[in-house]
C-alpha cells in the first residue's frame, strides 16, 4: 500500500497496536493509553485503557483511521480540545465510545461509533457536528446537554434506548438521518422549551416507544422544527 487509506482497518492482520495491556494478563493497567496533544494519530488500534482510550485534554488532535475499543471510554474530549475523528471506529467500550465535556469543538465524518455499552456520542458544553456516520447498537445513540450539534446523512439505529437524546439548553439540527429501530424513542427531548431542535428531511421509523418526543420544561424560549420528515411506523409517532 501507498496510503493509509488504502488499509482495511477491519483486517486484524493490519494492525498496529497500541494497548493498556501491558501485563499481558488481558486487562488494562494504564489510565490512558494515549494522551492527545496537538498532533495526527493515523491508523492504530488503540485499546484496554481503564479511563480513555485517547485523552485529549485541552489538545487539537486529528484521529484518522484508527480503531479504538475495548476502553472504558474510547475517546475523551474535554476542557478546551478541538478534536476532529475521521473514518474511524469506536467500538465495544464499557462506557462511552466518544465523551465531550467542555470541548471546543468535536467534529466526526465517516466514523463508525457501535456496540459501545452507555452510549456512542456523549456530549455536553460544547460544539459537535456529526456527519456520515453510524451511531448503533447501544444504549442511547446520541445524548447532548447544554451545547450545539449538528448531526447530518448518520444513521443512528438499533440502540435499546433511545436514538437521540437531547437535554436541556441545546441547539440542534438533524437532518438527512436514519433514526430507526430503537428500543424507546426515535428522537427524545425531555426539556424541550428550553432547546432549539430542528429536524429536517430524516427518516424516523420503527421505534419502539415513539418517533419523536418532545416533553417539557421550565421556560417558554425554545421550539421544535420538524419539516419534510418521514415519520411513520413506530409505536406511537
Known sequence: ???????????????????????????????????????RIDGLTVK?????????????????????????????????????????????????????????????????????????????????????????NSDIGIFCGYGNITIKDCNVSDNSINGISIEKDVVAVINKCRIQRNGGYGLESLYASESDITLKMNIISDNGSGGVYTGGGYSSGGKCQITDNLIYSNNSN
Open 1 to 39: 500500500e501507498t496510503n493509509i487509506n488504502q488499509r482495511d482497518l477491519a483486517d486484524a492482520n493490519n494492525e498496529t497496536i497500541l494497548t493498556g495491556d501491558i501485563n499481558g494478563n488481558g486487562s488494562g493497567n494504564i489510565r490512558d493509553v494515549v494522551t492527545a496533544a496537538n498532533s
Open 48 to 136: 484496554k485503557a481503564t479511563i480513555s482510550g485517547i485523552s485529549c485534554n485541552g489538545s487539537t488532535p486529528t484521529i484518522a483511521n484508527c480503531a479504538v475499543k475495548n476502553n472504558y471510554n474510547g475517546i475523551y474530549c474535554y476542557d478546551g480540545a478541538q478534536v476532529t475523528i475521521v473514518n474511524t471506529f469506536v467500538t465495544d467500550n464499557s462506557n462511552k465510545g466518544v465523551y465531550g465535556s467542555n470541548a471546543d469543538y468535536i467534529n466526526i465524518d465517516n466514523c463508525t461509533i457501535s456496540t459501545n455499552l452507555q452510549y456512542n456520542l456523549f456530549v455536553g458544553y460544547g460544539n459537535t457536528n456529526v456527519t456520515d456516520s453510524v451511531l448503533s
